[in-house]
């Protein structure tokens, strides 16, 4: 492994324990938020029970979650300074602005949340509650307006003078059309897992015959909430791959391991690969597969007839559909590159006109400039089998979390719900699950761009800082330690916290 | 309002924005600085639990603080995010996990499952008490003394010590730096215990601590400023960069009301507060600390004068002008900035609600506790 393997080793690692905790905190401050408004609506004390206990759970897995954070806003400089310089003009203004808008709004109220039940008045209690809430999900915006411009970069401009892109229309980057969809699947993703975590706890106090009331009316409140965040989750599913299938195309065919592009395609609902496959050769691509026809067409496309171009039609190009092949991008990128070269060289020698000509010509080829780093347009192919399996993952478990939620909600409804033990240890043993899918996606999400780091702008191994390796591997290692360390004391505390049960409210606590 | 700016003035505005998050970071290190103190502050387990969960009820602004500094300076001078944090790799990285530690260990000291028991995080947020603070001291100094980087025509930057930012420590302007930093952290933080605690032993023994602690961070920071001033310093002459004597010194007299005046006054009223030691002499050492460490940033970068010298290479320096964001970003981002009074608005707000002492027995009573 060299440089750039490491240093997104690093990073793949710490993206994805923070995002353990992240799709949590999401979901948990909304949960908590409405517990919460039941509690001042109707004075229930058991209510405020019920929403303690969740806002106990909120947190021990809050501070994880900001702790894992902090360096994911610092990793950009530390590994990925020629990315951070090369686009940090505009990738730096989101995070920023989240860091105004939002991480302080979470930050602030959280204490609130946690510490002012006697310092504060209900009032402002519960509109704290609600503030944590808004604030970890706009958090989540502005991360993703950051990310969805690495998927689809819009809005900017390069400087040939200052080698780097520049912002140049702020609405462009905000609105894109990617971010809000990636947006809306991301906190969809995160209101479905904790959905699936509070009633699979819940599950464990039927199951033990304990604190059966706290149990139930927690389980009806979060898989209604889940059962509607999953709808959200399936339409936002549906507009994220839509804007796949026309911003990434060689995305959505590693997501469908499909090679041969064709019209009216259908969509893998179980397929394995088969691993001896290579691009452009005549090997079947799946050892079995049950296709959904005619579905990738339309969700790609929202076309039945639509076609959908295949890695092969990526790489070797496809006149009757106007694709040009991977290689072609490459010619066109070099030329590019060497333009820009000799308008530097013109500029210092102080040829005015030479710049102007040599610039003149880099404009021409400019939008290729990224590819002309490549040598071999297979290294234009993301990682396929992973893409391919970490998307039937997250696909897979979504749906069976629809399933689950219905069929919680009508055994809550008839009161079954004590006596069906075993979809009680389904949902029990299904905590884990939501947190795999939602790891799945970020695989989905950021495997499937490579080798970009900003799509068809900035090749990965371009955005490095200029590290030795085994700088990188003692920080990889110093991180993988102390994450794990610190996990294994999280869940420890979390267990023990669940099995404690929502007693904490006993000790005689009201607000003032 | 602020398309109009010229580009030299939007650079201005946001060296000083990003100063002044600087004196703000500076500011919250009293969490810190009052973390490092409790093993010799408190006399027993009640004081101990007192003093955890008083600190433990703010740690979350530093973390705010640093992310938002963070993002900042990646919005406003992305050359000098690359060329810091990917060079002087290792001064960050430790910084870093000096704050992972804190977060978790505040929550999970007390609880029940957290394997490593309270003596391991209590050992974190020790470390995490002297470390944060001392880095962020010397990371500060080195905006004076500078580091050994190169940046090329493609604006891609080389770090050229393998110490990667640690080579920093041997220098002793920034170990001072570091030092008077943890010093005013401490007093920061026993000025909070006097702020915020009602118990009269642990004040009693506060108060005595204090006075001593005062003292060393008034002749560290004083010899801090005196080197500082009379540092030869990197200085933007037209388009090249020379080494000037006495730079700084210069600098500060040539703004006085800028970066003069709020450093004496910054300095007197941190002084006053750790004299006086009463119930608002927190907020006194608290405002003195923001003024002074936003003049010392604010005088390093001001009108295009080099805020990050390279003593590999002098033309490599950073200045605010060769290593801001395009005229488009920082007038989007200025805007932004104008949202930042909400912010410390509704902080003021919480802060306020929140401020009723805390007593031993709420701590007993309260579950949450940490």
Redesign the interface.
């Known amino acids: 492994m060299d440089l750039i393997d490491w240093s997104r080793a690093q990073f793949a690692l710490t993206a994805i324990y923070h995002f353990l905790f992240v799709p949590l905190t999401l979901g948990l401050s909304f949960l908590v938020a409405i517990m919460e408004t039941i509690y001042v609506k109707t004075g229930d004390e058991k209510w405020l029970k019920t929403t ?1 206990f969740w ?2 759970l909120f ?2 897995n809050f ?2 979650g ?6 994911m ?2 990793e ?7 990315y ?2 090369i686009v ?6 989101p ?7 939002a ?3 979470e ?6 949340l ?7 008045s209900k009032g ?1 209690h519960l509109l704290s509650a609600w503030l944590v809430a808004i604030g970890t999900n706009l958090s989540a915006l502005w991360i993703l307006v950051a990310n969805g411009w690495m998927q689809f970069p819009v809005g900017m401009e390069f ?1 040939p003078d ?3 892109y ?3 229309n ?1 609405w462009e980057v905000i609105f894109s059309p990617v971010a809000v969809a990636k947006f809306l699947h991301t906190i969809g993703g995160g209101y479905v897992t904790a959905a699936i975590f509070v009633v699979g706890v819940s599950a464990w106090f039927l199951l033990r015959g304990r604190e059966t009331q706290f149990a139930r009316r927690s389980i009806i409140v979060a898989s209604s909430f889940g059962l509607f965040a999953s709808f959200f989750l399936l339409l936002s599913g549906d507009e994220s791959a839509h804007q796949v299938a026309q911003k990434q195309p060689m995305k959505l065919a590693a997501m469908e391991g499909l090679y041969k592009g064709e019209g009216r395609a259908g969509i893998i609902a179980f397929g394995i690969l088969n691993p001896d496959k290579k691009v452009g050769d005549d090997l079947p691509e799946f050892y079995g597969d049950i296709q959904l026809p005619y579905a990738l067409s339309i969700l790609g496309y929202h076309d039945i007839n639509a076609f959908v171009p295949g890695i092969n039609d990526l790489i070797n190009g496809n006149e009757k559909f106007n694709i040009m092949s991977a290689g072609e991008k490459i010619e066109r990128g070099k030329v590019a590159l060497q333009h820009l070269n000799a308008y ?1 060289e013109a500029k210092k020698a102080g040829d005015t006109s030479g710049a102007e000509t040599a610039l003149q010509a880099f404009d021409a080829n400019q939008s290729y400039m990224g590819y002309g780093h490549f040598t071999d347009p297979l290294q234009t192919v993301p990682p396929i089998a992973l893409t391919f399996y970490s998307f039937h993952v997250m696909v897979g478990l979504g749906s069976f979390f629809i399933v689950l939620f219905i069929a919680l909600l009508y055994l809550g409804m008839t009161n079954e719900l004590l006596t069906t033990r075993w979809a009680l240890w389904i949902t029990f043993m299904s905590i884990p699950l939501g947190f795999v899918a939602c790891e799945a996606g970020w695989i989905v999400a950021e495997v499937g761009r490579q080798p970009w780091v900003i799509q068809d702008l900035l090749p990965t191994m371009k955005g490095s ?4 390796v085994q ?1 990188v591997q003692i ?1 990889f290692w ?1 991180f993988a330690v ?1 994450f794990t ?2 996990l ?3 869940i ?2 979390m ?3 669940i099995a ?1 049960g929502p007693h ?2 006993e ?3 009201h607000h003032v | 309002m602020f398309e109009t700016w010229e580009l030299l003035s939007l650079q201005n505005y946001w060296w000083g924005i990003v100063s002044l998050l600087g004196g703000f970071l500076a500011m919250i290190l009293f969490v810190q600085g009052g973390q490092a103190l409790i093993p010799s502050l408190a006399k027993n387990e009640a004081d101990k639990s007192l003093l955890y969960n008083l600190y433990g009820r703010k740690w979350e602004l530093g973390f705010t603080t640093l992310v938002l500094f963070g993002g900042a300076v990646f919005a406003a001078f992305p050359l000098f995010y690359a060329v810091s944090f990917g060079g002087a790799y290792f001064a960050w990285m430790v910084l870093l996990f000096a704050y992972i530690i804190q977060a978790v260990s505040y929550e999970y000291r007390t609880k029940k499952g957290n394997v490593y028991g309270s003596r391991v995080y209590e050992l974190f947020l020790s470390i995490n008490g002297f470390l944060s603070p001392f880095l962020i001291g010397v990371i500060i100094a080195t905006l004076f003394s500078g580091g050994a980087f190169i940046v090329d025509d493609a604006n891609l930057s080389h770090w050229l010590n393998p110490m990667r930012g640690l080579e920093a420590l041997s220098v002793p302007f920034n170990v001072l730096g570091g030092i008077s930093v943890v010093l005013v952290s401490r007093v920061l933080g026993m000025l909070y215990i006097l702020n915020s605690v009602q118990e009269k032993s642990l004040l009693e023994l506060t108060r005595k601590k204090l006075r001593i602690e005062l003292l060393m961070a008034i002749a560290f920071l004083a010899s801090f400023a005196l080197w500082l001033f009379v540092l030869p310093g990197a200085a933007a002459h037209s388009e090249t960069i020379t080494i000037e004597a006495s730079r700084y010194w210069h600098t500060f007299t040539f703004y006085p009301i800028v970066l003069l005046m709020p450093f004496v006054i910054g300095l007197g009223l941190f002084i006053l507060g750790g004299f006086k030691g009463g119930k608002s002499s927190f907020w006194c050492g608290v405002a003195g600390t923001v003024l002074m460490v936003f003049a010392l940033l604010m005088s390093s970068g001001i009108d295009g004068a080099p805020f990050y010298p390279s003593y590999a290479d002098l033309q490599s320096s950073l200045t605010i002008t060769n290593s801001s964001g395009s005229r488009n970003t920082l007038v989007v981002m200025s805007y932004v900035s104008l949202f930042v009074p909400v912010v410390l608005g509704y902080i003021a707000v919480v802060w306020r609600a929140m401020s009723k002492p805390l007593t031993h027995d709420e701590i007993k009573q309260d579950p949450f506790s940490y």
């Open positions: 303690k806002v106990k947190g021990i501070v994880i900001v702790a894992t954070g902090l360096i806003e610092f950009f400089g530390t590994n990925w300074a020629a951070s310089w940090g003009d505009i990738f730096g203004a995070l920023a602005i989240e860091g105004i808008f991480f302080f709004l930050s602030t109220f959280f204490v609130v946690f510490f002012g039940w006697r310092r504060v402002f400087n200052t080698m780097r520049e912002m140049a702020f530097h800082s200029a590290l030795n700088s920080t110093a102390l360390a610190l294994i004391a999280e420890k505390i267990m023990a916290a404690n904490i409210a000790k005689g606590d």
